[in-house]
């Protein structure tokens, strides 16, 4: 066994300091008072924050949108679907004259000086939910860079570096394939589609900018990155640049090559090494400093992101148009975590139970982010010291699942897709679902580990099967939602990876070692 085993191994037998149950409580207070202020004063902090007239934007971006789609389809000679979007417009036009009197009656109130408290309130919880998510954030690269290094060079032999990367490869595609196949056998049966109402859908310009890109280029792009962007893409030209745009693939991949290097320059490379193991230390060591304020940061995201949609009442009127679609998802997010915990159970040799709890500090703080890439700092804390995985296997498999192991977006995006069909009057014949489950096992590979990442690859797999761009505007209003339930099954798939590694070939590579 080699020196950094060794250590490794004498480091995970300490026990973790303090309660390790009083920051879960912490942050699940956090949860439930960001999570009432939202619900009971919410649609008060959406109006002192400019709310209504964001709405009243929004809105007559819509009426517009509809008009310029009955356009396209006049044009095509699709007289029905003319007739559907145009009987939508008076809908529109009545909403749009009901916000823009609460646009008046809030400008009223804003002179009166009746908004003053809220305005506050909605300044600082949004402050401090930025700032937490941002200290997150600059954690990540760090964090990434060093764990990665460490990661690598305590595998001792490059080969092994080969057969560990392998098997996490195999079980992240395994595990978002399955993701798939849940979400459209779900879909089919339930046919959430037929009871939805899309007259207030909007299409983005993040989503519009994605048009006409193919699988094969945006896998491509995975590779090579975009066109002058010298920070994309798995190999850059400027891995500097690919720091600044938490391009995480591109700096796991100089890493690894990087760590492999220094395990072949014998002394010079075990001084470097030895930074680098410090480096890490130091990193997390900040992590649990972050997570002492962490209850006040994630407070914050969840007031102001139930806030800024309108408070509860806002909420009950985007869940009321598609609360089948929005029960399809969680549904099926709730069975593929079922799967998961099976393969820490039977794969892991882990107690399910146990390590889902030990877990929850991670997935609450995905819950509130919506991103498994400002997570990791606390995935890693959980999996280290709460579930006593070793640190060979978390800071080579949970780095990288961060990256691209996304079930839930998997999961979600072929939920989406054949929901958004169903929703249009579109049959889809077996030959279409067998290329919704390829392409969105694929291109949720290529979404990136932040909010929103998986409604713009969801672009790809509309046009895999020929369906209109604009059915995601359908879903849009609930994504906010989804994005961080669909998040917390991607943290959570990344760290039963961890186990399922760590016992299956990490600990079998150590005891021949």
């Not at 009545?94 to 908004?115: D, F, P, W």
């Not at 930025?130 to 490059?158: A, E, H, N, R, W």
């Not at 290529?446 to 099967?465: C, K, N, R, S």
Request: aromatic letters at 8%; glycine letters at 10%; one cysteine or more.
């Amino acid at each position: 066994m080699t020196d950094t085993a060794l250590t490794d191994s004498a480091a995970e037998d300490q026990p973790a300091p303090g309660n390790p149950y009083l920051g879960l409580m912490l942050i699940l207070a956090g949860i439930i008072a960001g999570s009432l202020l939202g619900v009971f004063y919410g649609y008060t902090m959406w109006r002192a924050s400019g709310g209504p007239e964001k709405a009243l934007v929004r809105l007559e971006e819509t009426h517009q949108q509809k008009e310029t789609f009955i356009a396209r389809e006049a044009a095509a000679g699709n007289q029905d679907e003319v007739a559907r979007l145009t009987a939508q417009l008076p809908t529109i036009d009545e909403e749009i004259a009901k916000v823009r009197l609460e646009v008046e009656r809030t400008k009223i109130e804003e002179e009166a000086g009746s908004l003053v408290f809220a305005s506050y309130v909605w300044t600082f919880t949004k402050f401090f939910g930025d700032l937490f998510i941002q200290v997150l954030k600059l954690l990540v690269i760090p964090l990434v860079m060093t764990s990665m290094i460490t990661g690598i060079t305590s595998l001792g032999d490059v080969r092994k570096v080969g057969r560990v990367g392998g098997a996490t490869l195999l079980y992240y595609f395994t595990t978002g394939a399955v993701a798939v196949f849940i979400g459209i056998v779900l879909v089919v049966l339930i046919k959430p589609g037929l009871q939805t109402d899309d007259t207030f859908a909007f299409v983005t310009e993040s989503v519009i900018a994605k048009q006409g890109t193919s699988v094969l280029e945006t896998l491509l792009d995975v590779f090579r990155g975009r066109e002058g962007d010298p920070g994309s893409g798995m190999f850059p030209s400027n891995i500097f640049q690919a720091a600044t745009n938490t391009n995480v693939l591109a700096l796991i991949v100089f890493a690894i090559l990087f760590g492999g290097t220094l395990t072949t320059i014998g002394e010079k490379g075990k001084i470097v090494i030895t930074f680098f193991q410090g480096a890490n230390e130091a990193i997390m060591k900040m992590v649990h400093l972050v997570m002492i304020f962490a209850p006040i940061g994630i407070f914050g995201l969840v007031a102001s992101n139930i806030a800024k949609n309108g408070g509860a009442s806002g909420f009950a009127d985007q869940l009321s148009r598609i609360g089948w679609y929005v029960g399809t998802v969680m549904i099926g997010l709730a069975i593929h975590s079922l799967v998961l915990a099976i393969l820490v159970t039977v794969l892991g040799r882990k107690n399910p139970i146990t390590y889902t709890l030990n877990m929850l500090k991670a997935l609450m703080t995905s819950l509130s982010t919506a991103s498994s890439a400002a997570t990791l700092p606390i995935t890693m804390e959980c999996v280290e010291e709460n579930n006593k995985v070793s640190k060979r296997a978390a800071s080579f498999v949970l780095p990288l699942g961060a990256t691209i192991n996304m079930d839930g977006t998997a999961l979600y995006e072929a939920v989406a897709v054949i929901f958004i069909a169903q929703s249009l009057g579109i049959e889809l014949a077996m030959g279409s679902l067998i290329i919704i489950f390829l392409t969105a096992s694929l291109a949720a590979v290529g979404a990136a580990g932040i909010p929103e990442a998986g409604l713009v690859t969801m672009v790809i797999v509309l046009q895999a099967v020929g369906l209109p761009m604009e059915g995601i505007g359908i879903i849009l209003a609930i994504d906010w939602f989804l994005d961080r339930l669909r998040t917390t099954v991607n943290v959570y798939g990344d760290a039963c990876g961890a186990a399922v590694i760590d016992t299956m070939v990490i600990q079998k590579q150590v005891a021949t070692e």
